[in-house]
C-alpha cells in the first residue's frame, strides 16, 4: 500500500483523553494528509501538510492538532475526544509535483465512548 | 462545504451494464481525481484529468471533464461484480501549489451477477 502505515488500526477511548494517531510514510514525500470518513459526509480534510513543520487546516480542523517533525511521520491529535470525532481516519501523501494522485493509509478507526 | 458532490448517491445495475456517476465542483482546479474504495479499506487512485483535458480512458474506465460547467462524469463500461465500490471525486483547488484534495461524499455502486 505505497508504503505508508497508520497506527493504530483501531482504538476505543473515553470522552476527554487525548488520544494521538500516527502516519508513517516510507516513500519521502512532501505531502501529507488527515481525513477523517463519516457516513453521507465522504472524506473531509483535517489537516494537511506541505514540509517538515509546514501545516495548514483543512475543512473540518476544530479539535485537531498536527505535527510533523520528520518527513515520514504525520501526527494527529485530539486533545480532548469527543464523540463527535468517532470516525474512520485516513493518512493520505503525494509527491512534490503537481497534478499527481495521493496514495492512503489503511485507516484508523476511532470510538469514543 | 465539501468542494465535490457526486450524483448519483447509490447505482445498482446488472454485470455487463455501464455505470456512470457524475461529479460537480464549486472552484477552479488543477486537475481532478477519482478514487474507489472497497468496504472496509483506503482508497485507491483510478484516473486522474488536468483542466486543459476534456476527456480521458483507461481501461474499461472513460472520464470527461467541462470545467464550464464545472462537472465531470465517470464512466465504467461492461460493470463486473468486482467493481462494486463506492466511487469518490476528489478536486485539487487552484490554490497556489499545494496539492491538497477535497472529496466528495462519493457514489456507491453495487454490480449485481
Known amino acids: 500500500d505505497a508504503g505508508i502505515t497508520q497506527s493504530p488500526r483501531h482504538k476505543v477511548t473515553e470522552t476527554g483523553t487525548p488520544v494521538t494517531l500516527r502516519c508513517h510514510q516510507t516513500?519521502?514525500?512532501?505531502?501529507m494528509y488527515w481525513y477523517r470518513q463519516d457516513p453521507g459526509h465522504g472524506l473531509r480534510l483535517i489537516h494537511y501538510?506541505?514540509?517538515?513543520?509546514?501545516?495548514d487546516k483543512g475543512e473540518v480542523s476544530d479539535g485537531y492538532s498536527v505535527s510533523r517533525s520528520k518527513t515520514e511521520d504525520f501526527l494527529l491529535t485530539l486533545e480532548s475526544a469527543t464523540s463527535s470525532q468517532t470516525s474512520v481516519y485516513f493518512c493520505a501523501i503525494s509527491p512534490r509535483e503537481a497534478n499527481t494522485e495521493a496514495f492512503f493509509g489503511q485507516g484508523t478507526r476511532l470510538t469514543v465512548v | 462545504s465539501q468542494q465535490g458532490e457526486e450524483d448519483p448517491q447509490a447505482l445498482s445495475i446488472q454485470e455487463g451494464e455501464n455505470a456512470t456517476m457524475n461529479c460537480s465542483y464549486k472552484?477552479?482546479?488543477?486537475?481532478l481525481q477519482w478514487y474507489r474504495q472497497n468496504s472496509g479499506r483506503g482508497l485507491v487512485h483510478l484516473i486522474l484529468i488536468r483542466s486543459n483535458e476534456r476527456e480521458k480512458h483507461s481501461g474499461r474506465l472513460r472520464v470527461t471533464l467541462d470545467t464550464s460547467k464545472k462537472s465531470s462524469s465517470l464512466l465504467i463500461t461492461a460493470s463486473r461484480a468486482a467493481d462494486t465500490a463506492s466511487y469518490f471525486c476528489a478536486t485539487a483547488p487552484f490554490s497556489g501549489g499545494y496539492n491538497k484534495l477535497i472529496f466528495g461524499a462519493g457514489t456507491r455502486l453495487a454490480v449485481h451477477p
Open positions: 516513500e519521502n514525500h512532501r505531502y
Open positions: 472552484t477552479s482546479i488543477n486537475n
Open positions: 501538510s506541505y514540509g517538515v513543520k509546514d501545516t
